[in-house]
């Protein structure tokens, strides 16, 4: 019912940034929240950073906080993750999620806390 397509990926020097981009398509009028997550070879997938669609508060992991930031563009159903500072430690495969249910604030930053998937975009951060 919805369908999201990352984008922004790519390979950056420690220090450097990027941004990553999440179109959403199909059931947006419903979305409530959206977020990222990332997933390291071998490692859980884990929570980055989410916002809620409506009022547009915002949750972050504590190891990205003050160095990305989550943003939306309603008009375009698009979520973004600016990625400044970056570390080795940010490499990862980078999800975005959306969800269609009112959820509380903890099930926003669990994976199953979403319903919608988009396929990844791999941020290789070099030392």
């Known amino acids: 019912q919805v369908q999201l397509v990352e984008s922004g990926g790519g390979l950056v020097q420690a220090g450097g940034s990027l941004r990553l981009s999440c179109a959403a398509s199909?059931?947006?009028?419903?979305?409530?929240?959206m977020g990222w997550f990332r997933q390291a070879p071998g490692k859980e997938r884990d929570f980055v950073a989410a916002?809620?669609?409506?009022?547009?508060?915002?949750y972050y992991a504590d190891s990205v906080r003050g160095r990305f930031t989550i943003s939306r563009d309603n008009a375009k159903n698009t979520v973004y993750l600016q990625m400044n500072s970056l570390k080795p430690e940010d490499t990862a495969v980078y999800y975005c999620?959306?969800?269609?249910?009112?959820?509380?604030?903890?099930?926003?930053?669990?994976?199953?806390?979403?319903?919608?998937w988009g396929q990844g975009t791999q941020v290789t951060v070099s030392s």
């Open positions: 199909g059931r947006t009028f419903s979305n409530t929240a």
């Open positions: 999620a959306a969800d269609n249910l009112f959820r509380t604030t903890t099930s926003r930053m669990i994976p199953t806390g979403y319903d919608y």
């Open positions: 916002i809620r669609w409506s009022g547009g508060i915002t």
